[in-house]
């Protein structure tokens, strides 16, 4: 508990709080890692159902998996850690979050400025004419797939598949608020998918304090980690703001 006291403290005197996040901020909220005996790539073969040649080559097939990763993400609601990081940014300590998640919780937890390393599955696009909509229960159940309605292309969840750049925009932010924020917290990530997790290693080098929370230790614990909290963002995140609001 006196970790969590002093990270609170840490929050208070610097500010400047930017977050890192991963799947284990979604896992309580409904949405298992991908990786892992739950995950989606025990199931799907990550190269056969989730790489862009293979949704050029047969999209029904890969919007099988599509469908499936839509239904878990419509049915998952902010998990208590989503809902502390929101309370973050409204006390005023919270400068953006950088998340590789797909799922858009933290916008629906009531964050602003959220930088989308990997996507968001909640919008379709069309890889032709980069037309973009937002994904709902109605078009995830269209057989075989839904399509673009200005060139008829399949279209594809806005995510950044297997074979795919990150989008400059959003790398250019995540770099931005990397370099410029006091305090890193790495929340949830297993620290091992590049180019993402090179983001930490930036906000360090830049002077910023780093405090990770994750239910194991990971290439970052021992690396550049001032504070680790280990255990479940949805316990620990609470505990922090309690001394940070009380």
């Not at 403290?9 to 309580?28: M, Q």
């Not at 099988?64 to 902010?78: D, S, Y």
């Not at 250019?172 to 608020?177: L, N, Q």
Request: hydrophobic content about 40%; aromatic content about 8%; proline content about 7%.
């Amino acid at each position: 508990m006196e970790k969590y006291k002093e990270v609170a403290l840490l929050i208070r005197d610097l500010g400047h709080v930017v977050a890192f996040t991963g799947a284990g901020i979604s896992v309580d909220a409904g949405i298992p890692a991908f990786r892992g005996g739950q995950g989606l790539w025990e199931k799907y073969d990550p190269m056969e159902y989730a790489h862009i040649n293979s949704f050029s080559r047969n999209p029904a097939k890969v919007w099988t998996m599509l469908r499936e990763m839509a239904q878990v993400i419509f049915e998952a609601k902010p998990s208590p850690a989503h809902l502390a990081l929101s309370e973050l940014e409204h006390l005023g300590f919270l400068d953006a979050v950088i998340t590789q998640n797909v799922d858009g919780l933290h916008q629906i937890a009531g964050n602003s400025n959220v930088i989308e390393y990997h996507g968001n599955h909640r919008r379709l696009i069309c890889p032709r004419c980069s037309a973009k909509i937002p994904f709902s229960e109605d078009l995830a159940v269209i057989s075989p797939f839904p399509t673009c309605d200005h060139c008829g292309e399949p279209l594809k969840p806005d995510v950044v598949l297997f074979g795919e750049q990150i989008p400059f925009s959003e790398a250019a932010r995540a770099s931005e608020a990397a370099r410029g924020c006091r305090i890193l917290m790495i929340i949830g990530t297993s620290g091992v998918v590049y180019p993402a997790a090179e983001l930490p290693y930036t906000a360090h080098s830049c002077g910023a304090k780093v405090v990770e929370i994750n239910v194991s230790p990971t290439p970052f614990t021992s690396s550049i980690c001032d504070y680790f909290l280990e255990g479940s963002a949805s316990d620990i995140l609470p505990r922090v703001m309690q001394y940070l609001s009380g």
